[in-house]
């Protein structure tokens, strides 16, 4: 079980690009913190979410 933007999920080993795509988000127009610490977008694919992770997934979203 891992925390994701609040809510626990079952997930664990999923890397976050697979997770993300899995659930809608566009990975270049998201920021990803995992255990308060942010995964950089390059390391998406190999990064795992793993059992007990606190995650925080980040929408950036234009407008004026």
Same mark, same amino acid.
């Given at each position: ?8 999920? *079952?997930?664990?080993?999923? /890397?976050? $690009?697979?997770?993300?795509k ?6 270049l127009? %998201?920021?990803?913190e ?5 995964v950089? *977008?390059?390391?998406?694919? /190999?990064? $795992?979410?793993?059992?007990e ?7 950036? %979203?234009?407008g004026?």
């Amino acid at each position: 079980m891992a925390k994701i933007n609040g809510e626990i999920v *079952k997930i664990d080993n999923v /890397s976050i $690009l697979d997770y993300l795509k899995e659930n809608g988000y566009n990975p270049l127009m %998201v920021a990803v913190e995992i255990n308060e610490e942010i995964v950089p *977008k390059t390391t998406f694919d /190999s990064h $795992l979410i793993k059992d007990e992770d606190t995650v925080e997934i980040v929408s950036f %979203v234009g407008g004026g």
